[in-house]
């Protein structure tokens, strides 16, 4: 991916001082980044916080290098692709929904509304890959003078793939955004495609089946993460749970009187945990805890074989929130984005991105029907086998 901010002459500007500062106090740079800079610039600083480090580093100057390795790092983190997908009924399995779809693509999209400053950087194009899947490619300009420098023009690239599934009988629509402006756009081609379907007799009904926040009470959305790291295949298999993101339902009711999680009450609304093999922690692993917060984040790590490459990716689950700073996530879709995969062969990088898709797909579906064909009223019986192997697999 290129580099998405507006056209910078990184060779021949030199930021420093109060220009600087006000960069890096930004959320685009993390602090790890500032430290990380001023140790190639030979500076060791003993603290990591910004109030320590950021004053250090606006009073040097900067090599072109330095400051579009800084730029990068954070435009790279901020538009990394995520993804959701939801799924159309057929109405049967002959159903012409690829010809149908391409024949009168233009006119499927053509009612988009962009917001205003947006605009399409390359217009949605359909084609048919060599697999056989519909793709669906474009990207989208986002225009903001009141915000700083940096930010003033973004392109992000955006991406949605519709394929067969359920023998044959429901199309997957695999939605992939670099931002909350393209999570809108492929909201609104999804849908236009689903009216599209349904006004040609192709699906049952224009709206699309998703995985939604409100699927789920409190306790059935943390088994339902949890079944996600229950995965042990040869090729592909859960490891440990590493991050995760809690948010204290208020309207849940009093905190039980145990010392363990009733100095919360009052205190906390949402807590960050970060860390390695956190799947012992109180939090995720006392069911009795589970109806009081929201579990809205988990990053969990596997190992995986495909073929000659091998290796362990990291991969973060999440409900992504109206808001980032907000605590409502009714209505929102349940997401994931591959976070971090080992250096392997440059040619081989692609498919083994599309494996672990692939897979974590199939894991996300197996948990999300297990957890709603099984109440909690009689999960405790009917398949205790199932929650016991979930529960030692997280904790060998």
Known sequence: MGTPAKQFDYERAMLWGDRLRILLNSEHISSGEITETLKEK????GSTSK?????????????????TRLVEKSFVRESGKKYSSCKLQLTSADAEWKSELIKNFDSVVEGIQLEDDREFASDPVISVDPDGDVKIIYSLR????????????????????LKSSGDGLKVEVDRFRTSKDTNRINDG???????????KGIT????????????????????????????????????EIGDFEIIRDQEAGALPKDPE????????????????????????????????????????????????NAGECGIDFFFSGKSSKGIDYSGTLFNFSIERLPRVEKGSKNQIRKNIIQRIQEIRDSAFEYIKSSSEKNASHVDADAEEKTEAIMNP
């Open 42 to 45: 030979g500076i060791f600083v």
């Open 51 to 67: 109030s320590d480090t950021v004053p250090l580093l606006s009073g040097c100057l900067l090599t072109p290098g330095e400051f």
């Open 142 to 161: 986002v225009l903001d003078f009141s915000k700083d420098w940096i930010e003033q023009e973004i392109v992000y690239p955006a991406e949605i793939t």
């Open 189 to 199: 081609i999804t849908n236009a495609i689903g009216k599209f379907y349904k006004s």
């Open 204 to 239: 049952r009904d224009e709206k699309p089946e998703s995985i939604a926040f409100d699927d789920f009470e409190n306790s059935e959305r943390v088994r339902f993460f949890l079944k996600l790291a229950s995965v042990d295949m040869p090729e592909f298999s859960f490891k």
């Open 261 to 308: 999680i009733e100095w919360m009450e009052g205190r906390v609304t949402k807590i960050k945990i970060n860390g390695k093999d956190l799947g012992k922690i109180f939090l995720l692993h006392d069911k009795k805890y589970y109806p009081y917060y929201f579990l809205v984040k988990m990053t969990a790590t596997y190992t995986f074989k495909f073929g000659t």
